[in-house]
């Protein structure tokens, strides 16, 4: 017979191997600023796997993602927001990554595994009403605000303004960058014509701005949204087509949308929430089960939720395949397929 010390020692073993099953995970996390969708989705996530024990998860808002992807990659932060351009640029060493160089950079790369994705915009035109413009063929010798000084949305925005307007910076319009955080100021102190950047339905930079004076926001014109060169960008790595009724295209007060037949249509920026793949297969299923087991929740918590992508894992509308490197961590496909989703084969690892 077992003696009562022996007894209580194989308790307490079994006790403290439970309880360092159910430990939940010390992660750290990077995302953009508050206000947007790969924002919302970070910090619900973080929210969701502390609730159900899967995850403490140290937030840093407000990163440059280029560099958090970076840091992913190397494994020094375990999941970041990304626009899916990103892991394309470092795949190939190009833009920011380009001291890298191809090689070092399709090696960080291969590193990279998503776990859902996100829309973090729509690319479109609008302008106050007091500027007098018409839409999309107006913008010749105008002033356009069109991004940060770097980065995929300046990218975007200048490829976009040439296949919608014809249009060149430098030679046929003129470029206004500046960052994030000054873009509300930029757009009502009047220094520019127009904008050309990714919006939300409601779009928070719209919200404030509004406040200086009605504005008018233009869908993609339906024969250049539709043409040969416009739809190849469309399949460009992060890029997606955008296709809602004008009814749907909710804005604040004192923003019209304008499109010639009901359809608001755009160029959609797609990325998502992304870890390192030697994440253990548990804890990524574990996350990713966390975010589809509450897309519910997490839509109802901005008024522009609904149509920021959670949910939609189409290879086309999600901006995976084709060009785009990034796979889906084995866990997350897991979690997903379990959860009745299709996961097309060429997003799985």
Not at 8 to 35: D, F, Q, R
Request: aromatic share 6%.
């Amino acid at each position: 017979m077992k003696s009562m010390k022996t007894i209580i020692a194989v308790g307490m073993a079994a006790l403290l191997s439970t309880t360092v099953a159910k430990a939940a995970e010390n992660l750290t996390g990077e995302t953009a600023s508050p206000g947007g969708s790969i924002h919302l989705s970070m910090a619900h996530l973080a929210e969701v796997a502390a609730e159900k024990d899967i995850a403490n998860i140290q937030v840093a808002a407000g990163q440059t993602l280029t560099n958090s992807v970076q840091n992913v990659a190397e494994g020094k932060t375990d999941v970041a927001g990304t626009p899916y351009i990103l892991p394309f640029l470092l795949a190939k060493g190009r833009g920011p990554y380009s001291k890298l160089g191809a090689e070092k950079g399709a090696e960080l790369a291969a590193n990279l595994r998503a776990l859902y994705p996100v829309t973090l915009g729509i690319f479109t035109l609008y302008a106050y009403d007091s500027k007098g413009l018409n839409g999309w063929g107006d913008l010749n010798g105008k002033t356009i605000y069109n991004g940060p000084p770097r980065g995929a949305a300046v990218t975007n925005a200048r490829a976009i303004i040439q296949l919608t307007a014809g249009l060149k910076e430098g030679d046929g319009y003129k470029g206004v960058q500046v960052n994030w955080g000054q873009a509300v100021k930029t757009i009502t102190d009047g220094s520019a014509d127009a904008v050309v950047l990714p919006v939300l339905f409601p779009d928070g930079r719209l919200t404030q701005a509004v406040s200086s004076g009605k504005m008018t926001v233009w869908s993609t014109p339906k024969d250049k949204f539709e043409s040969d060169s416009f739809q190849k960008y469309l399949r460009a790595p992060g890029s997606a087509p955008f296709e809602i009724p004008i009814s749907e295209a909710t804005m604040p007060e004192g923003v019209t949308v304008k499109s010639e037949d009901g359809k608001f249509r755009g160029l959609a920026t797609i990325g998502g929430d992304i870890v390192n793949k030697n994440m253990s297969f548990d804890l990524a299923k574990a996350l990713t089960k966390a975010h589809i087991d509450t897309l519910d929740k997490l839509k109802a918590k901005a008024p522009f939720a609904k149509n920021a992508g959670y949910g939609i894992v189409d290879a086309v509308k999600s901006g995976m395949c084709g060009a785009n490197p990034l796979k889906y961590h084995a866990g997350a496909v897991a979690a997903w397929e379990e959860a009745g989703y299709k996961i097309d084969d060429c997003a799985k690892p």
